[in-house]
């Protein structure tokens, strides 16, 4: 089963951007749709972004517009471009396989603030 490490999460001002990035333990060319989620403290985690893997992409209307997500599966890696970010952004962020398995990281802590 692949596993899934985030990073590139941190303390970032409103208004400002973070680029997260998901190294997979094994191929993602076999997954035919990867995800970012989010969890705010308090709240079910939700699907944020969409890819697959011809490349196309779906978001949450909360971000559309804003994040941008990506995949390298040669790399076997998944990204999430952010760029206006807004407080309601802040959350743990989690990729898996869009259709997810029982088979989640540890995520990386985003935090807007000013």
């Known amino acids: 089963q692949v596993q899934f490490v985030e990073s590139g999460g941190g303390l970032v001002q409103p208004g400002g951007s973070l680029r997260l990035s998901c190294a997979a333990s094994?191929?993602?060319?076999?997954?035919?749709?990867m995800g970012w989620y989010r969890q705010a403290p308090g709240k079910q985690r939700e699907l944020v972004a969409t890819?697959?893997?011809?490349?196309?992409?779906g978001y949450a209307d909360s971000v559309k517009g804003r994040f941008t997500i990506s995949r390298d599966n040669t790399n076997n890696a998944l990204y999430l471009q952010m760029t206006s970010l807004k407080p309601d952004d802040t959350a743990v962020y989690y990729c898996?396989?869009?259709?997810?398995?029982?088979?989640w990281g540890q995520g990386t802590q985003v935090t807007v603030s000013s």
């Open positions: 898996n396989d869009a259709s997810p398995c029982d088979c």
């Open positions: 094994g191929s993602i060319s076999r997954i035919y749709a």
């Open positions: 890819i697959t893997k011809s490349g196309q992409t």
